[in-house]
């Protein structure tokens, strides 16, 4: 405390802060005067600037409701929790993303499959329109040996 207020410094690299001379003697020289003691508070005033700028952060940062972490104490915490959680939110929603794209592709192998039963059941259709074309041709002409007249179908 004594270096804020401006006093030397004891014992620090130059006298003590002065002091009254000895009572008989008239004033004995007075001391060092502390010459080579601290300059005040402008000797710690680098360091104070950095305290002083710091908690001006933190106490905005709290103000916001977050915290203000210098590079070494950012680095020491790691990722904040926020930043943690939100990264684990991106995995989830990329998660889910690929589990809906391999719904959709499920869903037009279903429909792919659905049009290739459509197409067979037009094929099976197509096979028994022709065998039905084909017993009533080989009918008429069974009746045509035998004499009948052969009727055409209406």
Do not use: Y
């Amino acid at each position: 405390m004594a270096n804020l207020l401006g006093e030397g410094e004891e014992g620090g690299g130059g006298g003590g802060g002065g002091g009254g001379g000895g009572g008989g003697g008239g004033g004995g020289g007075g001391g060092g005067g502390g010459g080579g003691g601290s300059r005040g508070i402008f000797s710690d005033a680098p360091w104070l600037a950095r305290r002083l700028l710091a908690s001006v952060k933190t106490a905005a940062a709290a103000r916001r409701g977050r915290r203000h972490d210098d590079a070494a104490t950012a680095a020491r915490r790691g990722r904040h929790g926020s930043e943690r959680e939100r990264e684990r939110e991106r995995e989830r929603e990329r998660e889910r993303e690929i589990e809906r794209e391999r719904e959709r592709e499920r869903e037009r192998e279903r429909e792919r499959e659905r049009e290739r039963e459509r197409e067979r059941e037009r094929e099976r259709e197509r096979e028994r329109r022709e065998r039905e074309e084909e017993c009533a041709a080989e009918a008429r002409e069974k009746k045509v040996q035998q004499g009948e007249p052969a009727l055409l179908p209406c």
